[in-house]
């Protein structure tokens, strides 16, 4: 627990001294929800006002965003060498995993947290009760942990910082093509049919049920699910990978 605690305050620090990792994980997706709300808003109709419609997928975007830089700063750790040190260490070797995922995982929800302000400023009217948030929140935060192992999974395969950044692609990208920005009905069988089955979809109808009251049927379930294998595979990835990895 002790080198735990130890490694989340070197990361935070790190967070501290170089601030842009978590600004520019914050001006995507605000630059991204006003380009789809006050440029393409108005050709969408989605029975509601389109920023309620979308903020759940700029939320998965402000998160796939943010975690990206931890798949870059684990690569440096191991590319600069200093896992080789802390490995000489007396410390706990899952120590330093537990630090980056935790770290990460409270950067996401202060640039949630703040997306969400901003959403509120921009005219977002959930009509959440207190139940409800506290089940966005826990989703959130559920999401969050699931994407970050999976990023420091991807940050131990890389070769190079470059290649992190690379693969943490699809956890960008997948949120487009889902109901983030539109009704899966409203696409060709065959991109419906994936945009239907993918991760992320459930995850923002779950979200969206419960902040504006649409019905969320069976993707509660699924949303959930994902993120269980998401996180669970993403952990036993990352401590397979850091436990062969030799000194780069």
């Not at 935070?12 to 001294?17: E, K, S």
């Not at 109709?45 to 997928?57: F, H, K, L, Q, T």
């Amino acid at each position: 627990m002790i080198d735990s605690t130890l490694m989340l305050g070197r990361n935070l620090r790190h967070t501290m001294r170089n601030p842009t990792t978590l600004f520019g994980s914050l001006m995507v997706p605000i630059l991204l929800l006003l380009i789809f709300v006050y440029i393409f808003g108005g050709a969408f109709s989605v029975g509601v006002d389109y920023i309620d419609y979308i903020a759940p997928g700029i939320l998965m975007l402000t998160m796939g965003y943010g975690v990206s830089s931890t798949a870059i700063g684990v690569a440096n750790d191991m590319t600069a060498g200093i896992i080789a040190r802390f490995r000489t260490m007396a410390i706990s070797r899952t120590a330093v995993l537990t630090g980056h995922v935790v770290g990460s995982v409270i950067r996401t929800v202060v640039s949630v947290t703040v997306v969400v302000c901003v959403m509120l400023l921009m005219g977002f009217r959930p009509n959440a009760g207190f139940v409800e948030w506290l089940g966005a929140a826990g989703l959130v935060l559920l999401v969050a942990l699931a994407m970050t192992w999976l990023t420091v999974a991807f940050g131990l395969a890389a070769k190079t910082p470059e290649g992190a950044s690379f693969a943490t692609f699809p956890l960008v990208f997948l949120p487009f093509v889902s109901s983030a920005f539109a009704p899966t009905r409203t696409m060709p069988n065959g991109v419906r049919w994936f945009t239907d089955n993918q991760p992320f979809t459930p995850v923002i109808e779950t979200l969206r049920g419960l902040l504006t009251g649409t019905p969320i049927g069976n993707s509660g379930v699924f949303a959930v699910g994902w993120c269980v294998v998401m996180a669970v595979g993403g952990y036993f990835w990352a401590r397979a990978l850091f436990n062969r990895d030799p000194v780069r």
